[in-house]
């Protein structure tokens, strides 16, 4: 690896052996090469580290444990914060990107020099790596040409419009680095941490917006309770009236209300879609491949 790569790819990790090695072989073998893994362990128990040093690459560095207790938030801020490239991407540890996830990304931030950051839609998958939903993300920037130029203004109006993460996950987004906020990631919010970043971002420029499959986001049905689903749509209701008090000139009371409402009926839609899931799980795998189909769940029920 050479001293300054052009992009840092974060990976937080906590107890992630299930996953863990999935997720850096999809990093690794990106048809983009100048690239560095930094690697945040938050003093795993289980083989976490040991998967990573299992893949003998110049490019993966681990930086040393934390001396103090770290929450996501703190762990979060590290591995961003130890990132030299110009570009950085922040990897879940369940996640998968596709081949040429950076190589489109990065393209898309050198052809717009503005922007602050890129997104592109994922392919929903479950535990066992089966797709649940084949495109997700964007809302009615999805409906448009492949890649667009848009303004921080109007993504936070059509996020509260759409009461949801219209951006997608860490994985799904690439950062240019000069134009991050001072304070990364906000330990205020919890199940918003990441659109709440994305925003402020955006406040230093605007978004590419790519209608490309760029990565795969993983889901279990053990992750939403019905007390966690209801706890999730409060936040965001909460993070739809901050984004409304500071973007009072472009977003309405009706967007903020519209939005709100849309918050609880997609955590009600997210509800029954893991208890398909429940379902797909109890079921052997040569019985489960087409029981979405059967259900109707393919395809972006919460668009």
């Not at 299930?18 to 560095?36: G, I, N, P």
């Not at 490019?59 to 591995?79: C, E, F, K, M, Y």
């Not at 489109?104 to 922007?115: D, F």
């Amino acid at each position: 690896m050479r001293p300054n790569p052009v992009v840092s790819v974060v990976i937080p990790i906590f107890n992630g052996e299930r996953h863990l090695e999935a997720c850096l072989r999809s990093v690794l073998t990106q048809t983009y090469t100048d690239l560095e893994i930094v690697i945040a362990d938050q003093n795993s128990s289980d083989r976490s580290l040991d998967i990573v040093r299992s893949f003998v690459d110049s490019r993966v560095r681990i930086l040393p444990n934390p001396t103090d207790s770290l929450d996501l938030h703190g762990n979060w801020n590290r591995a961003v914060q130890a990132a030299m490239g110009d570009f950085v991407k922040l990897v879940g540890q369940d996640d998968v990107l596709l081949p040429q996830c950076i190589s489109i990304q990065l393209e898309l931030l050198r052809e717009s020099p503005e922007a602050a950051l890129t997104c592109g839609r994922r392919r929903i998958i479950d535990d066992r790596g089966r797709t649940f939903i084949s495109a997700r993300g964007l809302g009615k920037f999805a409906k448009d040409r492949n890649h667009q130029f848009v303004t921080g203004p109007e993504v936070a109006r059509e996020v509260v419009r759409s009461g949801e993460n219209l951006l997608g996950e860490p994985a799904n987004v690439l950062m240019r680095r000069a134009l991050l906020p001072r304070s990364l990631f906000d330990p205020n919010w919890l199940y918003v941490i990441d659109l709440e970043f994305y925003l402020r971002c955006l406040q230093n420029g605007g978004a590419v917006i790519d209608r490309r499959v760029v990565c795969c986001f993983r889901v279990s049905p053990q992750q939403l309770s019905a007390q966690l689903s209801r706890s999730q749509a409060r936040e965001v209701q909460e993070l739809l009236r901050v984004i409304a008090q500071r973007y009072p000139n472009c977003v309405t009371e009706h967007d903020l209300r519209k939005g709100a409402a849309r918050a609880w009926l997609l955590s009600l839609i997210r509800r029954s879609l893991y208890r398909v899931m429940k379902l797909r799980t109890a079921l052997s795998a040569s019985d489960a491949t087409d029981v979405s189909d059967q259900l109707g769940t393919r395809g972006d029920l919460t668009r």
